[in-house]
């Protein structure tokens, strides 16, 4: 470790340690492990020796206070560090049992199977026909304008935006509102048909109407996709979730189904998490 | 007392009428510290003074500066011996502007009425200045007492303040467009005057430019040529030639040093990428004349075409490579500006970098991209140097790069370079050239920033 990192004295100070994480960190049938990981920005140590699995069929919320690595661990579960030029990444993260930080992995073809959907709903400035059309075709799922317009209008159609857009797919994302935007994003990421969904405050910049659209959504997601969230809102991860994992410092703090972690926090830093008491 | 001491007077008012005006202000509102009961800062109440005790001076110096002269010489005139005053206005002129000349010089002109009429000029120049300092002082201290009375606790100073700096800085941005008018107003009122020798439609659409003016009225071929025509097309040719290296490798090194290259990198290329800006036009022309120039005609003969000495394809090559970092740097900071939100998205699509910056990046950074493509196109279009000394004089109504063209900027240098007489077509010629060059660059200017403003809107 090159600098000594806070978290360890804070976890010492309240008296965990080496155990983390208490709860459940196994799935039975898992679909991502997660091993050893370390992530470090700099000299910010922001993830530090994190490991859990995350199954089949399960929606898993990360939440914590701010600046504790839930964005950092969502972003290293689809490679996106890669890019960022101080960003250095040790441990292992398997995927249906494949490590993807083996040199035998490609990133591109990872974030195929590995989507995204960001905090502020960010449609390229192009067509709403493009915005969802794009991943299919660096992908090259289609392989002709029929298929394409299938795969549009389907993915459309599971968010739920097929109807109101139907008559103005050549206008640009860009033209459209906050809500309907992000829901443009998730189609933009189903489009691809990826394995995992990985979602960063999907909901931040929403209006309570336009959230609770999302979080139907991610409802009838969850039977297809596994999906990550991130999420500041302690409601949302009740709602959407069953599985939560806490963070504090760049540390895993407990992990475990949803219903237990929110009526019976095995550790006092969730507990006054969940409270209200920090965070 | 000359000009510099009347103004160092004037700052000394400035001073003491600050610190009065803060005193008797402070005063009023019963000392130090006592600002709750004034309406404004003690301050504002010193700036007030100040302004009152200098503004009317000012002024009057302003004034006094521009008509001085002429009111010196009128009262000379009036002063000078009969036999001199019954010469005709011309003569009257050129004597007095030998008064001038001889009040400038050193030595006493030898001439007895030229050395009287130059000390009288003298000595009612003194007067004036003494009359301007007694003026300023009598007018500053004016506006002091003007100050002093008006100075009282519910005053409002501070307002008093705002407005005036609003009007300094009113007036500060009206130079600046006052001399854009100014010079759109001379230059429109020259070319006039040109089109009444020479119509309109023979300037726009003839195909001739041989702008011969004759000197005496027998002289054959007298009848200069205006057609504009050849211009415009070499300098459209010109232009294009350049945008075409320009364009490609202006868009390419800023995708590259804004999406590509590491922090390391970036921090050397684009400073070297921007000295290439700061290498003046001259250079760029004798690097075209000498070497680019011979270089293509080489080529271009060792495939058998025929290549002028001075072609346009030099010319538009080297001008091209100038304009490079314009448009690079535009387009960096436009491809910058594209939200990291965005590229990220693609990104986790599974886009790859060439993908994210050409189907994603570039499209949202058009807008600024197109904006730096038209500056770079006026430039283009009125860049002198590199064309005067690579293109030729030429005037071909040619399309091929290879030949000999010739540019408005161009004529307009060559019309006005050496002796010319200012109302002859040739020379007024310059000026239709000039206001047509104007027309050009500023529909270009309104069409791109049109542009840029509409897309702007739509990607916010």
């Known amino acids: 470790m090159r600098t000594p990192s806070k978290a360890n004295d804070v976890a010492a100070d309240a008296g965990g340690g080496p ?22 920005y700099g000299d910010i140590h922001a993830l530090c020796d994190v490991g859990f699995e995350i199954g089949h069929g399960e929606v898993l919320a990360l939440i914590g206070p701010s600046g504790c690595g839930k964005t950092t661990l969502l972003r290293c579960l689809n490679r996106l560090n890669d890019a960022v030029e101080d960003a250095r990444v040790t441990g292992e993260v398997t995927l249906d049992g494949q490590n993807i930080y083996s040199g035998s992995v490609d990133p591109v073809a990872l974030r195929a199977r590995v989507g995204m959907v960001f905090q502020k709903p960010n449609p390229f400035p192009k067509s709403i026909y493009d915005n969802v059309a794009y ?14 317009d299938e795969i549009v209008h389907t993915s459309l159609e599971r968010v739920g935006l097929l109807k109101e857009v139907r008559a103005r797919l050549d206008e640009p994302g860009t033209d459209l509102s906050g809500g309907q935007q992000q829901r443009l994003c998730i189609a933009r990421t189903i489009a691809v048909d990826p394995e995992v969904i990985l979602m960063d405050e999907p909901c931040s910049a929403l209006d309570p109407i336009a959230t609770a659209k999302i979080e139907d959504l991610i409802d009838e997601l969850s039977a297809e996709y596994v999906i990550v969230i991130v999420t500041h809102s302690m409601q949302q991860a009740a709602r959407v979730s069953n599985r939560v994992a806490y963070m504090n410092q ?4 407990e992990v475990g189904e949803t219903d237990r972690i929110f009526t019976n926090p095995l550790h006092k830093l969730t507990e006054d998490y969940i409270t209200g008491r920090i965070g | 007392m000359d000009l510099t001491s009347i103004l160092l007077l004037l700052a000394g008012l400035a001073v003491g009428a600050f610190l009065f005006g803060r005193s008797r202000a402070q005063a009023l509102g019963g000392g130090v510290g006592a600002a709750r009961n004034l309406h404004s800062l003690p301050d504002y109440y010193g700036y007030f003074a100040a302004l009152c005790a200098v503004l009317p001076p000012l002024m009057v110096l302003t004034l006094w500066a521009a008509f001085e002269e002429r009111v010196v010489l009128a009262l000379l005139a009036n002063g000078l011996p009969d036999h001199l005053q019954a010469l005709s206005p011309g003569q009257l002129d050129l004597f007095l502007n030998s008064v001038r000349n001889a009040a400038s010089a050193a030595s006493v002109p030898a001439d007895p009425v030229l050395a009287a009429a130059t000390d009288e000029y003298l000595s009612l120049g003194r007067s004036s200045r003494w009359l301007l300092s007694g003026l ?52 429109s009122f020259e070319a006039l005057r040109f089109f009444r020798d020479v119509s309109l439609s023979e300037f726009l659409f003839g195909t001739t430019w041989s702008p011969q003016a004759a000197i005496r009225d027998d002289q054959i071929g007298s009848a200069g040529r205006f057609g504009m025509l050849p211009l415009l097309s070499g300098t459209l040719l010109i232009a294009v030639i350049a945008m075409a290296v320009a364009i490609p490798v202006g868009i390419l090194s800023a995708m590259y040093t804004a999406e590509y290259a590491s922090t390391r990198v970036r921090a050397l290329a684009r400073p070297v990428l921007e000295i290439l800006a700061g290498i003046p036009t001259v250079v760029y022309g004798f690097f075209a004349v000498l070497m680019v120039a011979p270089w293509i005609r080489t080529i271009g003969e060792s495939l058998g075409l025929n ?5 346009a394809l030099a010319a538009g090559l080297v001008m091209g490579f100038m304009i490079v970092p314009l448009v690079s740097s535009l387009s960096d900071e436009a491809i910058r500006a594209v939200p990291a939100s965005i590229r990220e998205g693609a990104e986790a699509l599974g886009a790859t970098r060439s993908e994210i910056a050409l189907d994603i990046v570039l499209p949202a950074a058009m807008p600024g991209i197109v904006g730096g493509i038209l500056l770079a196109v006026s430039r283009a279009i009125g860049e002198t140097m590199i064309v ?44 239709a050239l000039g206001l047509v060059l104007f027309i050009i660059t500023m529909l270009l200017n309104v069409v791109g920033l049109g542009y840029v403003r509409r897309y702007r809107e739509r990607y916010e």
């Open chain 2, 307 to 311: 290549v002028a000495a001075e072609s």
């Open chain 1, 19 to 40: 155990e983390f994480p208490v709860g459940d960190p196994s799935a039975p049938d898992p679909c991502i492990q997660i091993r050893d990981l370390n992530a470090w």
């Open chain 1, 135 to 148: 991943g299919a075709r660096i992908h090259g799922l289609a392989s002709d304008r029929a298929e394409l």
């Open chain 2, 388 to 431: 005067v000394m690579a293109a030729g004089l030429a005037a071909n109504l040619s399309f091929n790069p290879l030949e000999s063209v010739t540019t408005v900027t161009v004529q307009i240098t060559t019309l006005l370079v050496g002796d010319q007489e200012f109302d002859s077509a040739r020379t007024l010629a310059a000026f």
């Open chain 2, 136 to 187: 300023a002082v009598v007018l500053g201290a004016g506006g002091v007492a003007a100050a002093w009375r008006s100075i009282h606790p519910a005053f409002r100073a501070r307002n008093r303040v705002e407005t005036a700096i609003r009007w300094f800085l009113i007036a500060a941005s009206g130079v600046a467009v006052l001399t854009t008018v100014g010079i759109l107003l001379a230059v």
């Open chain 1, 250 to 253: 760049g540390q895993l703090v």
